[in-house]
Every structure is written in structure tokens, then in C-alpha cells.
DNA sequence: ACTGTGTTATATTATGAATATAACAGATAT
DNA sequence: ATATCTGTTATATTCATAATATAACACAGT
């Protein structure tokens, strides 16, 4: 599994690292069970701040895709219990739908794109690894 | 068309004002060629400073929402052409599915999330009547 | 004892959101 | 012409938060 950060994006480090890690639980790359590094040692590897990667495990844990256990670390564990999903995801969906009808994409071409990336997490990794600067995990 | 601001929102007030009027573009609450209110008329009905107000309205101007002219102020004109929208909504729409796939949404489900919200856009408001602290624009 | 976990606390710096005035150029109406 | 309404720009301040830097604690493993 790997973790790029973009130093120069809007986005914060935190919400950045909390959505690679998402994204790469749902690609399979990292697998229920299986250990993430530990704080110190993944800020250490990205180069960032102990509590900048903390943030990012707290709220993963929070959101339940994460266990912080003292002996094994930060073990992914899915509770789907811990929220509605589903009402997130409408509430995201809403937003992103709306620009899409504005700029004329079809109800017919957002189902495509849904199949799209739903096939890339479903084969492994969706990206490629050449490695252009990401940080294995 | 209705403007909902959350005070308690951690989301920044002028994207949520950016969001609510592609929302209200979107459902055709407002058409092309109609104009939005000033910015220092809307600050006052939201209780809001006219420079937040001002920021939406660059924004929705550079994404190709908005044309602003001294004498109409500021007219709904869809741009397809600003920017690469169906790139944009496969970035976003990435990590959402991401979260889905994690809390075992199906593809099937996510696509029937799609059908309903477009079924909202399409019949009008989505949004009720009852108005519930909304500010009509 | 020592090291490595997560966790908490405190403090500082930097960035950006939101506000408050103020002014300007152009268009409209009286 | 005078006044008023546009968007636009500029400057400054306040406030919240992101990110950093140390430091310490409780617990588990070697």
C-alpha cells in the first residue's frame, strides 16, 4: 500500500492521509486484520509531524475502519455499524451530482463512472506502481 | 430558491453558499440567464459579510457557473467548457466509493443512490417548502 | 530496565476564514 | 448632475485550525 501527500494541495495532510488510507483498504492493498505502521514510524517515513498522522488514525478509528490495540498498533477492523454510511454518502453524492447535471453529464455517464471505479478497486490496485514518490506502508 | 447556511458546519461558509446555489442550478430552482442578488443584499439577508458572499460568486464565476455583469449583477450562464467536469467528478467521487466498498455498499445500491438523487434534481425542488430557516433568494 | 505502543497535554507558528471599512469604475435611475 | 446600485480591489483585524515541537504518561513486549 502506498501514501502520497501533496504538500501543495488545499487539502489537509490529515484528511489526505485518511482518505489514501480509505482508498487503499477498499482496493484490498491493506487487508482486515493487518497492521498499519505506527504513528511515529509512518510520520517519520512521510516526513510530517507524530500528531498529524495521529489525527488521521483517530479519526479513522473513530469512523470505524480502524482498532487501536497497544500491542499490535493500529489494526484495520470495518465495524459498518459505527454510522450510516449510506446517509453520507448521499449527503457527499448530492453535492458532486449536482455539479455533474450543470455541466450536462448524464445520469446514463455518472453509472458508467461508478462501474469504472468500482472495477478498478475490485482488481487490486488502482494505482500503478512505479512509484512516483509515494511512501510504501 | 433557498440558501441554508450551518453556522456550526465545519465546512466554510462560502462553499457552502458556492454549494447551495450549484444545488439550486441544479434542480432548476433557478435558470440560466436569471440573476442571483447582489452580493451585499444576500450578505444582509444570510447575516453574513459581503466579501464571504463575494468569494462564492468568484468561484462560481471561474467554474463557469456564473457570469458577473455590472449592470444585471451576477446571471446564472453554464460553462461547459471551464473545466474538465467529468474529471473532477471521478477525483471526488473516488474516496466516497472508496468509504462505501470499506462498509460494504454494493454497486448495485450505490447506483440506485444515483437514480434517487437524480429523481430529486429532476421534479423540481428538492428541498421542502416548509423552509426551515432558509433564506429565499 | 529498556523500548515501542497509543494517548494526552501544552505551546508556537503559519495559514486561511470571516469580518470591518474604505474606496474605485461603470451603469442606472431620478 | 446627483445619487444609488453594481462588481471589484485593497487593507487590516480577529478567530479558528492545521501543523509543528517537546514532553510526559500508562501499558505491553523483549
Known amino acids: 500500500m502506498f501514501v502520497e501527500i501533496d504538500f501543495n494541495s488545499e487539502e489537509a495532510i490529515y484528511i489526505q492521509l485518511r482518505n489514501q488510507i480509505v482508498i487503499g483498504i477498499a482496493a484490498e492493498e491493506i487487508q482486515e486484520g493487518e497492521s498499519l505502521p505506527s504513528v511515529r514510524e509512518l510520520a517519520d517515513n512521510i516526513g510530517i509531524n507524530m500528531h498529524t498522522v495521529n ?12 482498532q487501536l490495540d497497544r500491542r499490535k498498533g493500529a489494526i484495520i477492523a470495518i465495524d459498518p455499524e459505527k454510522y450510516d454510511a449510506k446517509l453520507a454518502m448521499m449527503e457527499d453524492m448530492r453535492v458532486i451530482l449536482a455539479e455533474g447535471i450543470c455541466k450536462d453529464i448524464t445520469c446514463e455517464e455518472v453509472h458508467q463512472i461508478i462501474d469504472l471505479i468500482f472495477g478498478e478497486f475490485k482488481k487490486g490496485s488502482p494505482i500503478d506502481n512505479h512509484n512516483g514518490g509515494k511512501i510504501n506502508v
Chains 1, 2 share one sequence.
Open 55 to 66: 489525527k488521521a488514525y483517530s479519526i479513522l478509528k473513530q469512523e470505524g475502519y480502524l
